[in-house]
Each structure stands twice: as C-alpha cells, then as structure tokens.
C-alpha cells in the first residue's frame, strides 16, 4: 500500500497489482485514499481501482455505531454483501436442482400412467391378449371383455365432459342465465297471484249486482201477480152474464182461452 501511494505521488501507475494483492488490504486503502483525498482535495488514480463504499457509510453501515444520519442510507460493508451474495447463489442452486428432480420425477409418473392404460386396453382387447384369444369361442365372454373396454371409454368421456359442464357453470354467462331464470319465475308467480285478484274481483261484483235484481225476478212473486188478474177477470165476466138476457143463471165453468186446445 505504502508503494502504491509512492508511485502515485510521482504521477506514476502501478500495473504489477493483482487481485490477491488487492483483497487483504482493500479496506486500509479506502481508509487512507479517502484520508489523502480530504487533505490534498483532489482525486488519486490508482491504476483503476475505487473504493466501492466510503468509510462514513462502512461505519454508518456497522451495529455498534450510535451516531444516525437522518434520511441517508446505511449500506452493508463488502464483507456481508458478499456472504450475502454467497448464500443466495447457494439457495438458487439447490432450488435449481429440486426443480430438475421434480421434472424428472413428474416425467417418469406420466411414463408410467401411459403404460398402465396400454396394459389396460391390452387387457380388455382380445385381439391383442392370448388368454382372450383362446376365449373366443366364448361369445359370453368376448362380449363381456368389449363392454368393459366400452365402459372405460365412456367413463373417460364423461369425466372429460363434467370438466367441461363444471367450467361453463363457473362461467358468468351461466351465472345471468339463472338469474334471468330466477325473475322469470319470479314474474310468473306474480302474474298468477294479480290474475286470481281480478278473477276475485269480478266476481264479487256479479254477486253484488244479482242481490240487487232478486225483487225484479222472483218467480213466486210473479206466480202471485198473475193469480191475482185471473180473478179479476173472472169477476168480470161474472158480471157480464147475470146482467145480459139470453144468459141462464146457472154460471158455466170458466176458463181462459189461452187454455183451451180448440181455441
């Protein structure tokens, strides 16, 4: 460090620096470089090499320090950047290595399921198993064998299409197709109910004006009416005879001639 700052005095740089050279002594330089720059006022060149952070904010940066800088950063030294940094490159392989073996195990899972369901549709297939080869005789069960396949199949449909049915349920169009069911159904209980009302109503009203004709269309009372003009005319006729001469006294029957047959 003292041969650096010597080489840089005289306005020369020094170009025999490595980085193993550089690491031991890289915060007593930043130390004195930054000291020398505070008295002299001007910028010291060496060779390329600056101080990533200054030692006011190494030591603001430090647990034990009490002084504070309101509104100013405090800034981890080199040291714990670096083990920082070290760290983190360590989770992120080991995250990288689980995600590769997850992969891969996910890989051989999906192998394993593909050739389950190739034995399966061997099995249920008796054209391509022996056992059901020799079976054939047997309509029953070669009948038996294709239903089972037949069954599988569909069963596989179905599941494809309850996947289906459960996302469009799910989906906001069915979601106001109900609702607009729900108000139809809703309105339609109303119109109901106003349609009884009025069938109500109109009644009430008929019955109302029936008990107000009932003295007009009695029929005991005309019955009685026209009881009363019959005798009325029957005195009449009475009368009639006795008075007139060619008439005997003896009275005839009488009857009306709207009841007579030779009338």
């Not at 025999?16 to 010291?44: C, F, H, V, W, Y």
């Not at 992120?92 to 050739?115: A, I, M, P």
């Not at 996302?167 to 349609?195: C, D, F, P």
């Not at 009932?214 to 009685?224: H, L």
Request: net charge negative; hydrophobic share 30%.
């Amino acid at each position: 460090a003292m041969s650096l700052l010597a080489n840089t005095r005289h306005g020369t740089k020094s170009a025999t620096m490595t980085p193993e050279t550089r690491a031991p002594s890289l915060l007593i330089r930043q130390d004195s470089l930054s000291g020398r720059t505070m008295r002299n006022g001007k910028n010291i060149d060496v060779g390329g090499v600056k101080p990533l952070v200054s030692r006011t904010e190494i030591q603001c940066g430090r647990p034990g320090n009490v002084r504070t800088n309101a509104g100013k950063p405090t800034y981890k030294s080199q040291e714990e950047q670096y083990q920082e940094i070290q760290e983190l490159r360590r989770d992120l392989g080991e995250l990288r290595v689980e995600n590769s073996s997850l992969k891969t195990r996910s890989r051989r899972l999906e192998e394993d399921l593909l050739r389950r369901d190739r034995q399966i549709e061997q099995l249920m297939d008796p054209a391509k198993n022996d056992e059901a080869r020799r079976k054939l005789t047997d309509k029953g069960a070669s009948l038996v064998s294709s239903l089972k396949l037949r069954v599988s199949r569909l069963e596989a449909t179905l599941k494809e299409k309850e996947a289906e049915l459960g996302k469009l349920q799910a989906s906001t169009k069915a979601t106001a197709l109900n609702e607009m069911k729900i108000e139809a159904e809703t309105y339609y209980q109303e119109v109901r109910v106003m349609g009884i009302f009025f069938f109500v109503s109109s009644y009430s009203i008929e019955l109302i004006d029936i008990d107000g004709d009932d003295s007009d269309s009695d029929p005991d009372f005309m019955f009685e009416q026209e009881e009363s003009d019959d005798d009325d005319d029957e005195a009449e006729w009475r009368e009639g005879a006795s008075s007139s001469p060619g008439m005997s006294s003896t009275p005839l029957p009488f009857t009306y001639p709207y009841h007579s047959q030779s009338h």
